[in-house]
């Protein structure tokens, strides 16, 4: 978080209920300028005398509230954002203040959702001020285009009958063609795409007649077919004493990734990836616009996910937003393409069934809730059901406004809640500890529960079977562990950027405690490290890893995994049997193993590691250097080629992206390129860190954004017609459905 103070404006007739969310954003780490407001004239002194970074307005006080505030922000042309903080609120208040302007609405006794509310309406406003600043750039180019000459920097042809004439140097650059001459057989409507040849055919005419549009934008098509956004003014002019169209282009790509960034952000809730309520709101306007014009039928489903709210008061809400993405996958995993399901509350999602009557409905509704009662949740050490109440409701031309369908939902709902239970104490936390373990359900759908980690997930080393004999005098825990199967196997995807569909899987480790519950690297590795355990663990990870690549290759999956391996175990003769024994009796494919090592330790261990890493290459085996920095004199320093991949952790990105060698880390990226070494960006936790990264073309990318550490390898990797992880395709980036 950068040094800037947030500046918040807080219109609440409460001061301790004002200090609730000022508490909030300094524990996240915000430095604050805050002021206290709780009638018109109060917040019309504020906003005279200062600019502020966002309103937060309890929805009605005794004097003013939040809509006669988004009045005044209206009156005074101010794009701030307003989010409204308050402890109830009606459906229909909801849909009166968010049609006002309220970016969004969170209760007071839950203002966990606050700060990222705030930090995507942040990022929202730092997109349109971009937007605004590309638009500003078009428009000054547009006022520019004069007669071309040859140095001008903008795209300008001239067209005569819709065949070129004259091209400047610019144009020729943006088409991708070496001279005048290949184009002067060529009509300029090939150069633009077919869904867009009508409209800038309509727009010719028009320019030949005097009567301009102030710009167009298409989809150009280069001279390799490769495709480009672009604006088109188009004017009439004299050249050389014949009537000619000039069409001054502008390549508008980098300004269409924006608004569809942009699009996305305004669209999703920050946690599930869904769409959020405000968004749902509007398309089930649609359904209603459709029912009263056409008579098409949709309907709604509401879920309202009660235990959901038990869980957050009694475990956290760590372990809620951990069950509410393993419930939301189960919802996904059984709807079709054409439903919409949603994030409609903290508790309650939403679908819309577009076709659908409210049998269908009904019929629906029913099975995906008996596919949440049938998922146990092992939250804690105790069992417990997906408990949710479902209503459903047909949106029919007469109703009279999409309020109405909701209230039929919720009250369908109302009577399926049990009657609430005091909950019994939580039990308290094991320090550093991961989410609750789960115990194999009785059923086929098995929801595990794990918390999203504090700090980014940590490599850890590959390790011992239980075959081996274990170490004396080390930790009695670990040898306990060891002795008795007590560790388990967690996998987090690896992603392409370019849309690979070959499943990669970064293979974890996590220790079970006295009552199951899964303990986290960070609490045994080091007492591991200590005793002279890890061998033992690495030996552990890699047998279950070559039992868990047979199973995957028996049923017909090709998976590579990456198994980090600990210093302790560079030249292990115990650990390269283990592997030689898998890949020789297992028949599995060597090449889909990875031996993930940290560069740092293989720079201080170089000579033992360059004899390690042979012995692996002979195998079949591929090598990963893991936390890489400038690692180009550990690569010269060891075998030739012999590193497949280089993985970078966010820490060392931003440090290389921001050191005063601007270009350290392009530098690296040329240099991987280069000697064929494919580079992963790990700790991906956001939208903003998968931004960031965008600019240095890795090639694949690891973290929390994308899938959270789990036992079950069920990962959906982009098929070869679905959208990648590239630039063009963050509208509807398959890994945020």
């Known amino acids: 978080m950068d040094n800037k103070v947030l500046s918040v404006l807080i219109i609440d007739d ?5 200090e609730l969310p000022v508490k909030e954003l300094r524990a996240a780490g915000y ?6 407001v709780y009638n018109l004239a109060g917040m019309e002194a504020a906003l005279q005398k200062d600019k502020w970074d966002m309103v937060l307005s309890d929805f009605t006080l005794l004097q003013y509230g939040a809509q006669m505030a988004l009045e005044l922000l209206k009156r005074k042309k101010l794009d701030t954002p307003l989010i409204v903080i308050t402890r109830s609120l009606s459906d229909e208040d909801f849909a009166a203040v968010t049609a006002a302007g309220a970016r969004d609405v969170i209760r007071k006794n839950y203002t966990g959702r606050l700060v990222p509310a705030i930090r995507r309406e942040l990022e929202v406003a730092d997109m349109r001020r971009e937007l605004e600043v590309a638009r500003k750039k078009v428009q ?36 991708g063609y070496d001279n005048l001459a290949d184009l002067e057989i060529i009509p300029v409507l090939d150069l633009i795409a077919k869904n867009d040849q009508k409209q800038f055919k309509d727009a010719l005419k028009k320019a030949a ?10 989809v150009g098509i280069r001279e390799n077919g490769e495709n480009i956004n672009i604006e088109a003014v188009f004017a009439p002019v004299k050249l050389k004493g014949e009537d000619t169209i000039q069409i001054t282009f502008a390549d508008i790509s980098a300004r269409k990734a924006t608004e569809d960034r ?5 669209q999703r809730d920050a946690l599930t990836g869904l769409f959020n309520r405000h968004y749902f709101t509007k398309e089930l306007g649609h359904a209603l616009n459709a029912a009263r014009k056409d008579g098409k039928t949709s309907s709604l489903i509401y879920f309202d996910l009660y235990q959901l709210e038990e869980i957050n008061n009694t475990l956290g809400y760590t372990v809620g937003d951990g069950m509410l993405l393993k419930v939301t996958k189960v919802l996904k995993e059984r709807l079709g393409k054409d439903s919409m399901l949603a994030r409609f509350g903290d508790e309650e999602l939403t679908i819309l069934l577009p076709d659908a009557d409210k049998s269908k409905a009904d019929s629906l509704a029913a099975e995906l809730k008996q596919a949440l009662d049938d998922a146990n949740i ?7 059901k997906c408990g949710c109440a479902v209503g459903t409701a047909e949106i029919t031309s007469d109703m009279k406004s999409v309020h109405e369908a909701i209230t039929q939902a919720v009250i369908q709902s109302k009577g399926q809640r049990p009657t609430p239970k005091t909950p019994a104490p939580a039990a308290p936390p094991v320090p550093g500890a991961a989410a609750p373990a789960v115990k194999p359900p009785t059923t086929e759908t098995s929801l595990e529960v794990e918390a999203p980690p504090a700090t980014p997930e940590v490599p850890v080393p590959a390790t011992a079977a239980t075959e081996a004999t274990p170490a004396t005098g080390g930790d009695p825990l670990i040898s306990a562990a060891l002795q008795s199967n007590g560790f388990r196997l967690v996998y987090q995807p690896v992603v392409s950027m370019q849309g690979e569909t070959h499943e990669m899987y970064e293979v974890l480790v996590r220790m079970l405690g006295e009552n199951d519950e899964l303990i986290s690297p960070g609490q045994f590795i080091p007492k591991a490290e200590a005793s002279g355990q890890l061998v033992e663990i690495d030996c552990w990870v890699m047998q279950r890893t070559l039992e868990a690549m047979t199973a995957m290759a028996e049923a017909g999956r090709a998976v590579s995994y ?10 292990s003769e115990a650990l390269l049997n283990i592997i030689r024994d898998g890949i020789k009796n297992a028949g599995i494919d060597a090449h889909n193993l990875v031996i993930e090592m940290s560069q740092p330790a293989v720079a201080q261990n170089v000579d033992k590691v360059s004899e390690f890493i042979s012995q692996i290459r002979k ?6 250097l893991d936390n890489s920095g400038p690692a180009t004199e550990t690569l010269l320093k060891l075998p030739r080629q012999s590193v497949k991949y280089l993985k970078f952790d966010g820490n060392v990105i931003n440090e290389l992206a921001q050191s005063e060698d601007k270009n350290a880390l392009t530098s690296i990226m040329d240099m991987a390129k280069q000697l064929a070494i494919r580079t992963v960006a790990t700790h991906i936790e956001d939208a903003s860190a998968l931004s960031e990264i965008w600019p240095y073309g890795f090639d694949f990318v690891q973290g929390h954004y994308f899938q959270q550490p789990d036992a079950d390898m069920s990962y959906e990797f982009a098929a070869d017609d679905e959208t990648t992880l590239s630039e063009d395709g963050l509208s509807t980036p398959t890994w945020s459905q």
Request: aromatic residues 8%; charged residues 20%.
């Open 140 to 175: 000054e180019m547009e006022a520019q285009h004069s007669a071309m000459v040859t140095g001008t920097q903008e795209a300008v042809c001239y067209c005569h009958d819709g065949m070129h004439i004259e091209a400047n140097q610019a144009y020729l650059n943006m088409f």
């Open 14 to 18: 409460s001061p301790d209920d004002a």
């Open 619 to 624: 195998l079949g085996c591929q090598i990963s």
């Open 209 to 218: 007649k005097g009567k301009l549009d102030s710009s167009l934008e298409l």
């Open 378 to 384: 092992s939250a804690g050490a105790q069992q417990q």
């Open 562 to 571: 990456f198994v980090n391996v600990s210093p302790m175990s560079f030249g």
């Open 262 to 266: 942009l699009q996305y952000l305004t």
């Open 31 to 36: 430095r604050l300028k805050t002021e206290r």
